[in-house]
């Protein structure tokens, strides 16, 4: 790859902090089933936030639902009282087919729902409602406020053997925007493929999100940016790559620019001793304008990185910026966060401890109050109040600056109380002829319509299959009679 050094007009900082501002941790919590689950990405809503991932256990712990197959989509909404700040578990939901589902990203929607995208082996099973045509599909799920399925889509190129998401995000219009191994491809709100540019390289897993002008940005991990327009036409590349083997990501800023993290290797640093070349590697952000000209540069040169850990970067509520990733620091792997002015001059950095815990996502939940997500399979270890459910967890931490104004800064607290299980599953959902109920027992079932007239009352025992080919399509419940418990389902035709 060709690389190209800094501008030498931009402002550059090394950072090496020593007395920055305090921080401290407000709450924590380790969910997840016996296995492993690993997080994604983190969607913040009006009353609280979904964590996203991929899990690999069966119905245990704070999994109401047993696996589809190997491995599936999971999501966990935890819902927060404003005046308290105590968030507990609302809900959550297994979604895949019977083979390899593994999510890619998640994102909020405007009606309070929220967007899966990912890479799916499966057929129509499971929950899974629509095929593969080939050895993988992009597998997009649209999701309701409440978890229950709204819709999905199979996408992909014709041009490919096979097709894999790398990122996704939602645009103005509704829809969606994904890089994948085809190119760039636009969605409609409902999944349609609107248009794909294979133009746009992907150089592997590419990070993308919408501009202010209703353009797109497209980052490879190697340093290199390309901005489109609306129909995904290059403008122009830029190519920050000043050493190899490097890692970024880029998110768009209030000011129509750009913020650029990444973790990369300085091979002039690195030193050789008796067991071979020890690779040096540096946290390093870049702050450009909406040509992608550089303004200026940060290094933060505390603490061990790698090119392999995840970034996350965002800016916050007060025109700063807000970075995250993993560090080895003193053995062991830790959630590394570091705060930056909107000039880009140091606040303060963090070290979240916990001994095998990785950062994938950060979102600013109001100012000064932050939500880190991750994954770890620590016990109970330095910040880690908790031990690992079993495997990888999700561990969300929310994190407090504690020098703003203490008016700013509200209690949060994260229930310990496990997710009370379903006393039955049904699937699919949205359904069109054919609905299966699961349950662990005997039971007595009845179908409800918007109206509240009973459609039917069945009593099931373990497994029933129930004909619904002739009712009307729309918006039905499913009660368990004995227990109470309500779920909602949708008929489609």
């Not at 760039?184 to 294979?198: A, E, P, R, V």
């Not at 209030?254 to 002039?268: L, Q, R």
């Not at 027992?441 to 319509?449: A, G, V």
Request: charged share 20%; with cysteine.
């Amino acid at each position: 790859m060709k690389c190209k050094l800094f501008a030498l007009t931009a402002f550059s900082v090394l950072m090496s902090l020593s007395s920055f501002a305090q921080t401290q941790i407000k709450a924590q919590a380790d969910v997840g089933g016996a296995y492993n689950e690993l997080l994604s990405d983190i969607c913040l809503s009006d009353n609280g936030f979904l964590l996203a991932g991929t899990s690999f256990s069966d119905h245990s712990k704070y999994k109401t639902q047993n696996s589809w197959g190997a491995n599936d989509y999971w999501v966990i909404k935890f819902a927060e009282d404003k005046i308290t700040g105590k968030a507990t578990i609302q809900w959550d939901e297994t979604i895949g087919g019977d083979k390899d589902d593994t999510l890619i990203a998640a994102r909020s929607t405007r009606d309070g729902g929220y967007i899966l995208a990912g890479n799916s082996y499966s057929g129509i099973s499971g929950n899974k409602t629509v095929d593969i045509t080939k050895t993988t599909g992009i597998w997009l799920v649209k999701l309701n406020a409440d978890g229950s399925i709204a819709w999905q889509k199979t996408v992909g190129s014709a041009l490919s053997q096979s097709d894999r998401a790398y990122d996704m995000d939602t645009t103005d219009d509704g829809g969606c925007i994904l890089t994948t191994n085809s190119g760039l491809i636009k969605t409609d709100q409902y999944g349609n493929i609107q248009w794909i540019n294979n133009a746009v390289s992907n150089d592997g897993a590419a990070y993308t999100s919408e501009t202010l002008d209703k353009g797109y940005i497209v980052t490879s991990p190697f340093g290199e940016i390309q901005k489109t327009d609306s129909l995904g036409n290059i403008l122009w590349r830029r190519d920050y790559d000043t050493i190899v083997e490097c890692r970024f990501k880029t998110q768009c800023t209030k000011d129509s620019g750009f913020i650029m993290c990444g973790v990369y290797v300085n091979y002039s640093e690195s030193v050789t001793n008796g067991d071979g070349r020890r690779l040096r590697f540096k946290l390093i952000v870049h702050k450009l304008d909406k040509a992608g000209n550089l303004l200026w540069t940060t290094i933060a040169d505390e603490t061990k990185f790698s090119a392999s850990f995840d970034i996350s970067i965002l800016q916050t509520s007060d025109g700063g910026y807000l970075v995250g990733s993993t560090t080895n620091h003193g053995g062991g792997y830790q959630y590394y966060t570091l705060k930056l002015n909107s000039a880009g001059s140091p606040q303060w950095s963090k070290i979240v401890d916990g001994s095998s815990s990785y950062l994938k996502d950060l979102k600013e939940l109001r100012p000064n109050i932050y939500l880190l997500g991750g994954i770890s399979s620590s016990g109970i270890a330095g910040d880690k109040t908790k031990k690992t459910l079993g495997g990888f967890d999700y561990w969300p931490v929310v994190l407090a600056d504690t020098t703003a104004k203490p008016s700013l800064i509200k209690n949060i607290t994260m229930s310990d109380a496990v997710a009370k299980t379903k006393s039955f599953i049904v699937y699919p959902n949205p359904v069109k002829d054919v609905l299966h109920i699961n349950t662990n027992t005997e039971t007595n079932i009845s179908l409800i319509n918007q109206q509240g007239i009973v459609v039917f009352t069945q009593q099931i025992k373990n497994t029933r299959t129930i004909n619904i080919s002739k009712l009307p399509a729309g918006i039905y419940y499913v009660k368990d009679n004995r227990t109470g418990e309500v779920q909602k389902i949708v008929i489609s035709k």
